[in-house]
């Protein structure tokens, strides 16, 4: 897949659909960025995540809304394996969003098979490998994305964004959860998630979705 090349390009992503994803976009829409949410069909309105309601906020706010699992695919059996996926696909494109072509690996586990039933459904497949991509070309069914974390510092994150600029890549950074407690292994602070947005404004990378730089 052929890119346009800029002075580095970043974009945003948050799995798992869960209702503080809703702080990140209070601030992401202040700050005037747009994102990219993957989300599990199934939990949608359940406790700690998401409601429909808010899924159509984001929407409307031209964010990405792509698929994601909450469990791990590889334990899925294949007849299993090909319902949700064909469920969640068909969620999404229902709903025309911006995104439905688009699906993100839980925990990055795959097998070839796995790829190949997401192949039928989605076009693009994300991993969480820590790198960052070749704006000359990508491997659509194995999109790099560097995964925030408790143990993740806010100067490594604004790294990313500094070498992103440098190589020419495409650099996406991609969330779970926001909270001051670390108490989840993937829980990043409020604070420093707002101290990265402003950084990203201050060095003038274009931040775009997810679906705006495939295009």
Not at 51 to 62: H, P, R, T, V
Not at 144 to 160: E, Q
Request: hydrophobic letters at 40%; charged letters at 20%; glycine letters at 6%.
């Amino acid at each position: 897949v052929p890119m346009t090349k800029t002075s580095g390009v970043v974009s945003f992503c948050i799995d798992d659909g869960l209702i503080d994803t809703m702080q990140a976009f209070t601030i992401m829409e202040r700050m005037k960025i747009r994102g990219t949410v993957f989300i599990d069909v199934k939990e949608i309105s359940n406790k700690g995540f998401i409601s429909s309601a808010q899924l159509g906020d984001l929407n409307a706010a031209g964010w990405d809304i792509g698929g994601h699992n909450m469990g791990i695919l590889t334990k899925y059996s294949a007849e299993d394996l090909s319902k949700n996926l064909n469920d969640t696909s068909k969620y999404l494109k229902e709903r025309n969003f911006q995104g439905s072509n688009l699906y993100a690996l839980p925990n990055g586990g795959r097998n070839s098979s796995i790829i190949q039933e997401l192949s039928k459904n989605f076009n693009f497949i994300f991993n969480i490998d820590g790198m960052s991509n070749n704006q000359n070309h990508l491997v659509k069914t194995n999109i790099n994305r560097h995964s925030i974390d408790k143990h993740t510092s806010l100067a490594l994150a604004k790294k990313w964004i500094d070498d992103a600029m440098t190589n020419n890549e495409w650099v996406i950074i991609n969330f779970h959860t926001f909270s001051d407690t670390w108490e989840k292994e993937e829980d990043w602070t409020i604070e420093d998630f707002k101290s990265l947005m402003e950084y990203v404004i201050s060095s003038n990378i274009p931040v775009m979705t997810i679906s705006e730089v495939l295009k």
